[in-house]
């Protein structure tokens, strides 16, 4: 089955989805992602959806669990590269994604999570 | 040669045609209180008559919608649309082709086969009022397309930070069209921050209300921070009276406050960028 590629850069997991997802490479993903939180001891995760252009509820949920997985992991999550039409619908669907950071692009998304990770240690 | 619902009536008509302009065009003039000239008038009448007269007698009824009035209602539609677009009444309209009836009547006088010469400028008179119509309902979605065009400005006030000075009532199609242009410039120009303006917004309700926090809220998945500024004493009234939480969403009372909080919230030093900049 197709994985998608978990990339370490300095402190950080970049997870850049550059695919159409299926439901079950969603269910990998979350276990891929959690093991390599473990592994590397990372403490920010970025995921780049600049990609995606269309989204359904259960890829919302996705990104909701992805952010509560990594937090019970001690690593902050970004979601950055939401295309309007995919914030419009996950808007219309009811999902607003509380509490999970945001950024428009994945530089802008690595700083966020620096100066987050920064005033902590 | 003249066919047989008409009788001679045609014939007469168009012996006595100057004297039946004449009184046609002092009707019509009457009503349209001279904002077209007598001479214009003069040449469009003479047109309709003519044109009128020699349908009747080419065709064999009082059915207009057949290809011998084809030239008629063509002058029709060509006087409607002007009337529609110059901004007369129904009334105004429709009285150029009912006028004619009296005019006939006064001048040729009434003979048993006036009755059908009736009916086909009452068919005539209810096609120029539908082609009126249309035309007009045309001027109006022309002008709301036009709306819909010119008030979503997004403009950029800062490296960094847009505004979308919002004016006019906020219904859902153009709030949609708000929305994706603004979310679509926040991508484009990779502004953090978006300053949405609603000092021209006359009144705000629950729906208003819900489009903002929906903009808002996509604004945010996509990594961006709204600022709503240019609330009014009135409408911060009604928001508190309708209970519209906004949470914590950022509101100011005017742009310039609004401005402010978004340099501050970059860590923009303005005098120091000005000085950079030689000012």
């Not at chain 2, 019509?28 to 077209?36: E, K, N, Y």
């Not at chain 2, 979605?141 to 009532?169: I, Y």
Request: with cysteine.
């Amino acid at each position: 089955m197709e994985r998608l590629p978990i990339l370490k850069i300095g402190q950080m997991l970049l997870v850049s989805i550059q695919v159409d997802l299926r439901d079950d490479m969603v269910v990998a993903l979350q276990e891929d992602l959690a093991d390599r939180i473990v592994e590397t001891g990372a403490r920010g995760v970025v995921i780049d959806i600049t990609a995606l252009d269309i989204v359904d509820s259960f890829t919302g949920r996705m990104l909701a669990t992805m952010a509560a997985l990594s937090r019970v992991l001690d690593a902050d999550t970004v979601v950055v590269g939401m295309r309007p039409a995919v914030a419009i619908t996950l808007v219309e669907l009811g999902l607003s994604l509380d509490g999970i950071k945001t950024a428009l692009d994945v530089e802008r998304g690595m700083r966020l999570l620096s100066l987050a990770g920064g005033s902590a240690r | 040669m003249t066919s047989e619902p008409f009788g001679d009536l045609i014939d007469r008509c168009r012996a006595a045609e100057e004297d039946l302009v004449r009184r046609w065009r002092a009707d019509v003039a009457a009503s349209l209180r001279g904002r077209i000239s007598e001479i214009e008038l003069d040449k469009e009448l003479r047109e309709i008559l003519d044109a009128v007269l020699s349908s009747m007698s080419a065709a064999d009824g009082a059915d207009t919608r057949s290809s011998a009035y084809g030239e008629v209602r063509a002058l029709l539609v060509d006087l409607s649309r002007g009337r529609a677009l110059q901004g007369f009444s129904p009334r105004e309209t429709a009285i150029s082709v009912f006028a004619l009836k009296k005019a006939v009547r006064e001048s040729v006088g009434v003979g048993p086969e006036f009755t059908a010469f009736s009916d086909v400028i009452d068919e005539l008179g209810l096609f120029t009022f539908e082609t009126y119509t249309k035309a007009r309902e045309e001027v109006i979605s022309n002008q709301a397309e036009q709306l819909l065009e010119l008030a979503t400005p997004v403009v950029k006030l800062w490296q960094g930070v847009v505004a979308l000075p919002l004016v006019g009532t906020l219904d859902s199609a153009r709030a949609q069209v708000v929305m994706e242009k603004l979310l679509q410039t926040l991508v484009d120009t990779g502004s953090e921050y978006a300053i949405i303006d609603i000092t021209g917004v006359p009144a705000v309700d629950t729906q208003v209300a819900q489009h903002l926090l929906k903009t808002i809220v996509a604004a945010r998945l996509m990594g961006a921070e709204c600022i709503i500024s240019g609330i009014r004493p009135q409408i911060a009234q009604t928001i508190v009276a309708l209970g519209i939480e906004f949470g914590d969403i950022a509101t100011k009372a005017t742009l310039a406050d609004a401005l402010l909080l978004a340099l501050g919230r970059i860590g923009v030093d303005v005098t120091a960028e000005m000085s950079k900049r030689g000012l």
